[in-house]
């Protein structure tokens, strides 16, 4: 679950073809994006534990809401859940942003119908937001947010591998980064992946092989 709540940054890289000076502003987003998660995500986690303790919110799916009935403050607990709504109608849009554009792309590449890879007047892959918000709606109205991540966590440590093994093959003037990098990258992924549950490699390798027989269907 902690990583996957990490996983929103990498929506930005998706978004190459819509902002000026992508070189220049994707990477410097990525880092804020990140140092501004791990700074708040801490800064939540030190307001947490100190107020509820670390034994109470163990014991619980909604440590925050826990934290926040722990004051003597009776409007808290009300306002911490209606921000909670908030965020995660923020991470919705984001995924819909992201996925969408993901969509357009291997539609272009005929990995997915063609209809997702049309633009309206604007530029905006309407069909792939469509679709994308679709699938969403119907994940989450028939889903649980376990089984979800348990299916994403696998599937996004391999895709997040798969860029970095192909970070390490671009030559030296093409790279951003020093070569280690992404090779620490796809090490630190093989590592998480072999070391989630046997049910989330399960279910992560079921997705990816349902993904796998889609597009060979797709092509033929």
Avoid: K
Wanted: with cysteine; net charge positive; glycine share 8%.
């Amino acid at each position: 679950l902690l990583f996957f709540a990490y996983t929103g940054y990498a929506r930005i890289a998706t978004l190459g073809e819509e902002v000026r000076q992508p070189e220049r502003t994707i990477p410097r987003a990525v880092i804020i994006t990140i140092t501004g998660a791990i700074l708040l995500y801490a800064a939540v986690a030190t307001v947490a534990l100190g107020t509820a303790g670390a034994a109470a919110l163990a014991e619980t799916a909604a440590p925050l809401h826990i934290a926040a009935s722990a004051t003597p403050h009776d409007w808290l607990p009300p306002l911490v859940a209606a921000g909670g709504l908030a965020a995660m109608l923020g991470v919705v849009l984001s995924q819909i942003l992201g996925l969408s554009r993901m969509s357009f792309a291997m539609a272009r590449r005929n990995d997915l119908p063609e209809i997702l890879s049309r633009v309206d007047d604007r530029g905006v892959p309407r069909a792939a937001v469509m679709v994308v918000g679709a699938v969403a709606a119907v994940v989450a109205a028939t889903g649980a947010l376990d089984a979800v991540a348990a299916a994403a966590a696998l599937t996004i440590l391999v895709y997040y591998g798969i860029t970095n093994v192909a970070a390490l093959r671009l030559g030296a003037a093409e790279r951003w980064l020093p070569a280690w990098v992404p090779a620490f990258g796809a090490l630190a992924c093989a590592t998480l992946a072999l070391s989630l549950d046997l049910r989330t490699i399960v279910i992560g390798l079921a997705v990816l092989m349902a993904g796998v027989l889609a597009r060979v269907l797709q092509h033929r």
